[in-house]
Nanobody, 121 residues
Framework: QLQLVESGGDLVQPGGSLSLSCSAS????????IGWFRQAPGKEREGVWC???GASRASDGRFTVSRDNAGNNVDLQMNSLKPEDTAIYYC???????????????????WGQGTQVTVSS
């Protein structure tokens, strides 16, 4: 339903930080649950973290998902990066029932093209 675009992927050293951004061509994401997922070579897609409708920030360990004030984009802040964090990172949007977001990919019907994150020295 939405055309999502991720940006910010880069090569970073272990222990470094990186912020990714997800947007939908000027369409507000405030009314959507947003999930961040990643897929490494030879591995299945896995959830990183997500943010529910009505939430401005959601943290889980080294990862924080946040919305900007205008609802134009959703960021994924990653800290203390490890080589095993290397993957293509995707954002996804969905209108998920309930008061909490989910890391089940099937719950999301709009996906971005992905952005590469490489953690290496």
């Amino acid at each position: 339903q939405l055309q999502l675009v991720e940006s910010g992927g880069d090569l970073v050293q272990p222990g470094g930080s990186l912020s990714l951004s997800c947007s939908a061509s000027g369409i507000s994401l405030d009314n959507y649950d947003i999930g961040w997922f990643r897929q490494a070579p030879g591995k299945e897609r896995e959830g990183v973290w997500c943010i529910s409708r009505g939430a401005s920030r959601a943290s889980d360990g080294r990862f924080t998902v946040s919305r900007d004030n205008a609802g134009n984009n959703v960021d994924l802040q990653m800290n203390s990066l490890k080589p095993e964090d290397t993957a293509i990172y995707y954002c996804a949007a969905g209108r998920v029932w309930g008061n909490a977001c989910t890391l089940q990919p099937a719950a999301y019907n709009s996906w971005g093209q992905g952005t590469q994150v490489t953690v290496s020295s």
